[in-house]
């Protein structure tokens, strides 16, 4: 997976923390712990200097039955009946697209949710590649980096 920053310089928001050029975000390692049933994902942030990369620092986003929640949008009002919500995962589900509703959030899913937004990981495949829209939506939405969530800096490649 690479998400790459919407603008070649980016400069993080305390000032040591300085400017990076090219920054690029890779998926590093991703892993079931079976015992505590929680997933974790790794990522790299890397500059990318003359096709070399860079490590900045690494981001980790660990999804369990801890900080599960259920994510929630505001269905559109045809018929005037008032704003009706309804879990994000459901409407997806049903219409394979998040285009028409306002997202309230985006929250984490369950470990087996969150195991069917992804392929790859494996020996023969090990980068790991969202399986829909809604696992990139939900991806940029949901990690930080430089305390905000990447979708203001980065997009999917």
Same mark, same amino acid.
């Not at 919407?6 to 991703?30: F, M, P, R």
């Not at 981001?59 to 008032?82: A, F, K, M, S």
């Not at 309230?104 to 790991?128: H, R």
């Given at each position: 997976?690479?998400?790459?920053?919407?603008?070649?310089?980016?400069?993080?928001?305390?000032?040591?923390?300085? !400017?990076?050029?090219?920054?690029?975000?890779?998926?590093?390692?991703?892993?079931?712990?079976?015992?505590?049933?929680? *997933?974790?994902? *790794?990522? =790299?942030?890397?500059?990318?200097?003359?096709?070399?990369?860079?490590?900045?620092?690494?981001?980790?986003?660990?999804? #369990?039955?801890? #900080?599960?929640?259920?994510?929630?949008?505001?269905?559109?009002?045809?018929?005037?009946?008032?704003?009706?919500?309804?879990?994000?995962?459901?409407?997806? *589900?049903?219409? =394979?697209?998040?285009?028409?509703?306002?997202? *309230?959030?985006? =929250? !984490?899913?369950?470990?087996?949710?969150?195991?069917?937004?992804?392929?790859? =990981?494996?020996?023969?495949?090990?980068?790991?590649?969202?399986?829909?829209?809604?696992?990139?939506?939900?991806?940029?939405?949901?990690?930080?980096?430089?305390?905000?969530?990447? !979708?203001?800096?980065?997009?999917?490649?």
């Amino acid at each position: 997976m690479k998400i790459i920053s919407k603008n070649s310089v980016y400069k993080k928001s305390t000032i040591t923390d300085g !400017v990076y050029l090219n920054l690029e975000i890779h998926d590093i390692n991703t892993y079931y712990n079976r015992f505590n049933n929680s *997933l974790v994902l *790794l990522f =790299g942030v890397f500059q990318n200097i003359d096709d070399e990369l860079i490590k900045v620092e690494n981001i980790e986003l660990i999804i #369990n039955e801890e #900080n599960q929640r259920t994510g929630y949008v505001v269905l559109p009002d045809t018929e005037n009946t008032g704003d009706t919500n309804m879990p994000i995962e459901e409407y997806f *589900l049903e219409h =394979g697209n998040l285009d028409d509703v306002i997202i *309230l959030d985006y =929250g !984490v899913p369950s470990v087996e949710l969150a195991k069917t937004f992804f392929n790859g =990981g494996t020996f023969e495949n090990p980068e790991i590649q969202p399986s829909n829209e809604l696992a990139k939506i939900w991806l940029l939405n949901t990690v930080n980096f430089d305390g905000k969530p990447i !979708v203001e800096n980065f997009n999917f490649e």
